[in-house]
């Protein structure tokens, strides 16, 4: 059971509607935002807290998991990289969202516009089950935005049109007053007239319109890592929209995995397990099964007597990813036989008089209880 209760860290009921708690958020994280209080670690640890309540009960599918006690709260249980931030790439989106109305910056942009990051690319990616397990190299296409080489980036048509913003003298910064419950809060946020850059461009680069970037379309071969799962999330660092006017760090890629369900495993975590179909006269008799693990398929010698139901685990046999490895488990079904021949009925029948009730141990011990629990009179 999760140990963090995160509606009340929003302070909300956990009845609430998704409205709710998105107001919810957005006044608690506006509150405690580390902008509005440098140095206050306690007040970050706070946003911290609201931010991984939000990224879960913020999210429905997050949500009716936390609900059923499914998710962990350390972040682990929908970060599959283990990164625990618990922010997501909408998350971000979600903040700067909240700063721009907040303080009246024009446009969206993200986080600062001092670090100048262009925004990330979310692509997704179908993977067979195999592909997922074992790891695989796949060309990706997609489009972005990149620096425009006409202006290379300035988006102006030349340097002679370029101008120093008159609003900001050329920082790319202005001061912005807020008067507060706290008092007078005073935060240096990017310029609106020049969003940042410092530069007005008075006649606009013909390729671009003035943007600064194109749109591209690119294609790269992305290894894909052995052992990701449906819905998790491969960040390529660099590999997403670059920032409009003019220069910076480019976004990322998010590559998010769309795998595709298997008709023979079913995996947990780093297990998997298969249900193997296996003749009558083989769990009998004993002999050999075919059994599908991630590197092939191997032969395994059932021993006599095999019941059906009976799970079989072969260690190290199951997903692989970064140093660890899983567990396969198989799990016999007896196929009782259909339709068989008059002459194979008899040979049953037989099989059945010659063994009374010697080879069936449950069997005899369930008769044995029917015969105490009603006594003969
Ligand atoms: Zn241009
Ligand atoms: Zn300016």
């Not at 009246?104 to 397990?133: C, H, K, P």
């Not at 935060?187 to 600064?212: F, H, N, Q």
Request: charged share 25%; aromatic share 8%; with cysteine.
């Amino acid at each position: 059971m999760p140990t963090k209760d995160y509606y009340k860290i929003l302070g909300v009921d956990k009845s609430a509607s998704a409205d709710d708690i998105k107001s919810a958020y957005r006044r608690l994280a506006k509150q405690y935002h580390p902008d509005l209080h440098p140095g206050d670690n306690a007040a970050a640890e706070k946003f911290k807290e609201i931010n991984e309540a939000y990224s879960v009960v913020g999210d429905a599918d997050k949500r009716a998991k936390y609900d059923r006690g499914e998710m962990d709260t350390d972040g682990t249980g929908f970060n599959p990289f283990g990164g625990g931030s618990g922010f997501t790439a909408t998350g971000f989106d979600d903040i700067f969202d909240m700063f721009s109305d907040a303080f009246g910056f024009g446009g969206r942009r993200r986080r600062s516009a001092q670090s100048n990051v262009g925004s990330d690319i979310t692509y997704q990616v179908e993977l067979t089950f195999m592909e997922s397990v074992l790891g695989c190299t796949k060309p990706i296409t997609f489009s972005r935005l990149e620096k425009c080489p006409a202006c290379n980036g300035s988006g102006a048509k030349d340097s002679a049109h370029i101008k120093t913003c008159d609003k900001c003298g050329g920082s790319g910064q202005v001061r912005h007053v807020q008067n507060s419950i706290f008092g007078q809060q005073i935060t240096v946020g990017p310029c609106d007239k020049c969003g940042g850059t410092g530069k007005i461009v008075t006649e606009p680069c013909k390729s671009c319109g003035g943007k600064g970037v194109i749109s591209k379309n690119k294609v790269i071969n992305v290894t894909i890592p052995a052992g990701v799962e449906n819905g998790s999330v491969l960040q390529l660092t660099g590999e997403g929209n670059a920032p409009r006017n003019g220069n910076g760090r480019n976004g990322n890629l998010l590559l998010e995995f769309s795998v595709k369900p298997s008709a023979l495993f079913r995996r947990d975590g780093y297990n998997l397990y298969v249900t193997v179909p296996v003749s009558f006269k083989t769990a009998v008799c004993g002999g050999q099964i075919e059994i599908p693990a991630p590197d092939g398929v191997f032969i395994h010698n059932l021993a006599e007597g095999t019941q059906n139901g009976e799970t079989l685990r072969f260690r190290g046999q199951g997903v692989r990813r970064q140093g660890a490895v899983g567990d396969l488990f198989v799990t016999v079904s007896v196929e009782v036989p259909k339709g068989v021949t008059r002459s194979q009925k008899r040979a049953l029948e037989m099989f059945e008089t010659d063994n009374s009730l010697k080879n069936y141990a449950k069997r005899r011990a369930y008769l044995d209880e029917i015969a105490k629990t009603y006594p003969k009179k």
